[in-house]
Structure formats: structure tokens, C-alpha cells
């Protein structure tokens, strides 16, 4: 298969089966902090993942979006029950797999794969690319047609990869390419679901658009579908149909591409575009609105009451302290886009009559008449 894949930019992923293939609800991870001596207790939590609701169609693709430390990780690896859940429900197929026990998780484990953020750590350097793309299908006790070795040289070349490398080790290969081979290895079960973890954050710039367009031909031709967890809007924007927007552990924005991308509402949401360093799309006004947020997102161990996002919002109130917005349609919208906030931005991107700098140190350096 060759590297050169064309990606038009409003070409999205496969149209979402009316088939729900994964639902949470309630999703929660705390992570117990232990303190005090000499017996040791639990002193907090760090609330990782808090109250997330996702639903990801048959063959469809998901985007999960937002800064680092906002619980996009963790969120993918309690899907594919890496991670054990303090709260909440994951159903898969109609099957509650939330506490399901290792024998239970047998019959799905196969359907839920993972594509991993380090394409360095998540192979084994003792092993060939031959062992680790097969050691899935052992596990599982499935023998393909014409043989296990036969499956992983057609899954070598399905990924661009030559068939020749079975028994190569991983530190002969670029990043670009090992990342193919956790590709490979995901795809040796037949899954139905791929949680794809920042599968191309830890690449070059010129090697992500060769990643993308793999995992797009993948998704396309083989009817997989995706939770692709990124903090790249660009990178997300091109692959996924329908995006969801994560602000320290909590879903605060969901809907199509085009209408999160051209039409958000939630002021996270409106500041992570403006960021966005992208030349403006054709549907998109000439001049973008520039919000430029103070201090860095606020620790999960004690997060901020009511909205999570009301210490960096130029819209808080009273009201956003004490209540927590839920997540629902606002203004009458049938289209499926939900906003977590009591105060909604108008459903545009283009420049406003003033920028938003939060910032007091950039605010101060640009000066009165720009701030």
C-alpha cells in the first residue's frame, strides 16, 4: 500500500451505523493518594475522569479532544478495561463490561483493541515484529486460514509495511513505522473497536499525515470503528466525523465536525480553536477570533466547584461556581450537538470587536489597545 494517500480536507470518516457499538454513561477513575505515617491512609483522590458520557456507533469514528491532563488517556484505557472504573456503566454490544472479570471479558477482549501514544514503549524490543504481531492471535487461540505467520505478512503489507520484516526487531524500524506495526498488531483480531490513544503525537510532522491517512483507509475499508483520543484539533478534524470536547475529566462539548469546528458554543471549546495554528477552511470567516487563556488547567486532585472551566472563563458567574452545567442541547438544536455551560458563546468563530487575553503577562506586553 503506498504512503502517498490522498486526505481531502472535508472528507470525513465512514457515516455512523444507527447500531450503538459502545455507550458510557456515568463514567468515573479516581485514583486513591495515600498519605501519613506510619500507617498509611487515604488522604484524596486525583479525579481523573469524572461523569463522562460517549457513545460511539458501529463503524463509526469519534474524535476526544483537549489539553493534556484532561483525562482523554485514562478515558480510553477504562474502555478497553486497561483501567478498572470507580463509577459509572460501559456497555459494549448491549453488554455491561464495567467490572466484567477477565473470563468475562474473553468474549470482547478480541473486538477492543488499542493503538498506544509511544510508538518506542509499547513494543517489545526482545521480540520480532513477527512475535508481536502474532502473540495476539495465540493468546486468543485463533488460527487464520493459511496459517498464523501467513496473517501477519498480509497485515504487514495491509499497513505498508514489507512483508520481508517478520523477523526484524523494532529498533530497526523508524517511529512512522513502528507505529504501522502497533497498527498491524491492533487489526490482528478482527477488531470492531479501536481506541487510538495520540497515535501520531509522538511522530514527526511529516510522518502524521502517513499515520492518518493508514488509520482513515483502515477505518474506511475494513468498517472499524474509532475512539481517537488527540490533542491536535487538525489532526482530528480530518478523521473523525463527530468530536467530543474534554476539559479536566469531564465531556463539556460534543457534536459533528462541522458544526464543533464552525459552530461551537462552549467558551473551551471557542479558546482550543483559536489556538488552532490552521489556515482558515473554505466554510470559515477570513479573520478567526484570538482568546488567549491564563494559567495552566487546575488540578484534578481539587478541581474547581460548579463548571471545571470557570477559573479560566471570561464568562463565569455566580451561578458557575455553584451549579454544574449539564450536558444538553441549547437554543433548540436538533442536530446532536450537546454544551455543557450556563452561558453559551453565539455559534460563530469569526474575530470579535476585541480579543480575549486572559493572560495578564501578554496583556501587559501587547499593551492597552490590544488586550
Not at 20 to 43: A, Q, S
Not at 71 to 98: H, V
Not at 213 to 242: C, P, Y
Not at 309 to 315: A, D, S
Request: net charge neutral; glycine share 8%.
Amino acid at each position: 500500500m503506498s504512503d502517498k494517500l490522498t486526505l481531502p480536507a472535508q472528507q470525513g470518516s465512514s457515516t455512523a451505523s444507527a447500531e450503538t457499538l459502545l455507550k458510557v454513561e456515568g463514567l468515573t477513575k479516581h485514583f486513591p493518594i495515600y498519605g501519613g505515617f506510619p500507617i498509611k491512609r487515604r488522604v484524596g483522590a486525583v479525579q481523573a475522569v469524572d461523569d463522562v458520557d460517549l457513545t460511539v456507533g458501529a463503524g463509526e469514528s469519534v474524535g476526544l479532544v483537549g489539553e493534556s491532563g484532561c483525562g482523554k488517556s485514562t478515558t480510553g484505557r477504562l474502555i478497553t478495561r486497561l483501567l478498572e472504573p470507580t463509577a459509572g456503566k460501559i456497555e459494549y454490544a448491549g453488554q455491561d463490561i464495567s467490572h466484567a472479570s477477565r473470563r468475562q471479558l474473553a468474549s470482547v477482549r478480541s473486538e477492543i483493541q488499542m493503538i498506544f501514544q509511544d510508538p518506542y514503549s509499547s513494543l517489545n524490543p526482545r521480540q520480532t515484529v513477527g512475535t508481536i504481531i502474532k502473540s495476539p492471535m495465540e493468546v486468543n487461540g485463533i488460527n487464520p486460514a493459511g496459517g498464523r505467520d501467513k496473517r501477519v505478512r498480509e497485515l504487514l503489507e495491509l499497513v505498508g509495511l514489507n512483508p520481508e520484516h517478520f523477523n526484524r526487531f523494532p529498533h530497526e524500524f523508524s517511529g512512522g513505522q513502528r507505529q504501522r506495526i502497533g497498527v498491524a498488531r491492533a487489526l490482528a483480531l478482527n477488531p470492531k473497536l479501536i481506541v487510538a490513544d495520540e497515535p501520531v503525537s509522538a511522530l514527526d510532522v511529516s510522518i502524521q499525515a502517513q499515520v492518518v491517512n493508514l488509520l482513515q483507509k483502515v477505518q474506511q475499508e475494513l468498517g472499524i470503528a474509532f475512539l481517537f483520543i488527540a490533542h491536535d484539533l487538525a489532526v482530528v478534524r480530518h478523521f473523525s466525523k463527530r468530536v467530543a470536547v474534554m476539559y479536566l475529566g469531564r465531556v463539556v462539548e460534543v457534536g459533528d465536525r462541522d458544526s464543533i469546528y464552525a459552530r461551537p458554543r462552549h467558551p473551551y471549546t471557542h479558546a482550543l480553536l483559536s489556538a488552532v495554528p490552521e489556515v482558515s477552511m473554505v466554510d470559515e470567516p477570513e479573520e478567526r477570533e484570538r482568546i488567549r487563556l491564563a494559567g495552566d488547567v487546575p488540578s484534578p486532585i481539587m478541581p474547581p466547584s460548579g463548571c471545571r472551566f470557570r477559573t479560566r472563563c471570561w464568562k463565569a458567574q455566580d451561578k458557575c461556581a455553584s451549579e454544574v452545567p449539564p450536558l444538553v442541547r441549547i437554543d433548540g438544536n436538533r442536530d446532536g450537538h450537546l454544551t455543557a455551560c450556563h452561558f453559551p458563546e453565539e455559534p460563530t468563530i469569526a474575530a470579535r470587536e476585541e480579543d480575549i487575553v486572559l493572560d495578564p503577562a501578554l496583556a501587559a506586553l501587547e499593551g492597552p489597545d490590544k488586550g
